[in-house]
Nanobody, 119 residues
Framework: VQLVESGGGLVQPGGSLRLSCAAS????????MSWVRQAAEKGLEWVSS????????SYAASVKGRFTISRDNAKNTLYLQMNSLKTEDTAVYYC?????????????RGQGTQVTVSS
């Protein structure tokens, strides 16, 4: 299993970023997927999950209405569109296998991508 995240960077509050996660080594189209994040000196936090076909999604209360998870099974790629970013969204973002919930983030496997929201 290999998950490679990309798309992070420095953005001002209110800005947008689109994260990508390239998957290989498993049947991506058969796997529920999630995004999780970890801010400095804080624990791992579940952000969002998506079903195998993309029809079902779920979001943490802190990002609902601002973030959108999606996937392209033909490209073995998971996405996270982040709009209206806030300073509290600053963290390393990881993609993960499985479905998560508030307080139960699936474990990340990649190196993550840093998102910094700052003016």
């Amino acid at each position: 299993v290999q998950l490679v995240e990309s798309g992070g960077g420095l953005v001002q509050p209110g800005g947008s970023l689109r994260l990508s996660c390239a998957a290989s080594g498993f049947l991506f189209g058969s796997a529920r997927m999630s995004w999780v994040r970890q801010a400095a000196e804080k624990g791992l936090e579940w952000v969002s999950s998506i079903s195998t076909g993309g029809a079902s999604t779920s979001y943490a209360a802190s990002v609902k209405g601002r973030f959108t998870i999606s996937r392209d099974n033909a490209k073995n790629t998971l996405y996270l569109q982040m709009n209206s970013l806030k300073t509290e969204d600053t963290a390393v973002y990881y993609c993960a296998l499985g479905w998560g919930t508030e307080g139960t983030p699936p474990p990340p496997r990649g190196q993550g991508t840093q998102v910094t929201v700052s003016s």
